[in-house]
Antibody, heavy 120, light 110 residues
């Protein structure tokens, strides 16, 4: 079945960068866009952007432009999300999610999440 | 402050029907379809409703969605203890050029 397996917990200092990975299995990797969503402790969900795994094209909301880079490796069916200039308020669980093609904002498969802790 | 407004909490007894509202604007809910997610604490969100009123396969028909104007609703009938979770609405906002979520509603089954 379709599965998204994410990398493990990361602990970073303020100002550092983090790279979170998400490996897809169980279907054709390039058939669907992928999105990243994060959730700060006790807070709601926040959309971070998408990547087209076929072309590598990306789209980020203004709040993350210049700080977030999404890439993919089609040889290993893996997505990566790198965030630079980390701040304490970037502490959150970061999810990758598969887009349900044709339905904006609908993500039918989610990774289990990667906790990123930013602390001095 | 979320762009989409949801009540912070809702509750009901087993078997009851509960509705959760999601209020937006003409550029968000008024112009785009709405999706609903269920999240049990400590786990990833699960898609419950997409395109305002469509259920993915495997989601019980106890869950239904609707949209009218700038508001959307999620209804849960025949409430069960396993429905206790956080529920989020999500849609695209044309003015913000962003995918926006509601602040979430914590459903308690009494």
């Amino acid at each position: 079945q379709v599965q998204l397996v994410q990398s493990g917990v990361e602990v970073k200092k303020p100002g550092a960068s983090v790279k979170v990975s998400c490996m897809a299995s169980g279907y054709t990797f390039t058939d669907s866009y992928f999105h990243w969503v994060r959730q700060a402790p006790g807070q709601g969900l926040q959309w971070m952007g998408w990547i087209n795994p076929h072309s590598g094209d990306t789209n980020y909301p203004e709040k993350f432009q210049g700080r977030v880079t999404m890439t993919r490796d089609t040889s290993t069916n893996t997505l990566h999300m790198e965030m630079s200039g980390l701040r304490s308020d970037d502490t959150a669980v970061y999810y990758c999610a598969k887009f349900l093609t044709g339905y904006v904002g609908a993500f039918d498969i989610w990774g289990h999440g990667t906790l990123v802790i930013v602390s001095s | 402050q979320s762009v989409l407004t949801q009540p912070p909490s809702a509750s009901g007894t087993p078997g009851q029907r509960v509705t959760i509202s999601c209020s937006g604007s003409s550029s968000s809910v008024g112009s785009n379809s709405v999706n609903w997610y269920q999240q049990v604490p400590g786990t990833a969100p699960k898609l419950l409703i997409y395109s305002s009123n469509q259920r993915p396969s495997g989601v019980p028909d106890r869950f239904s969605g609707s949209k009218s104007g700038t508001s959307a609703s999620l209804a849960i009938s025949g409430l069960q203890s396993e429905d206790e979770a956080d529920y989020y609405c999500a849609t695209w906002d044309d003015r913000l050029n962003d995918l926006v979520f509601g602040g979430g509603t914590k459903l308690t089954v009494l």
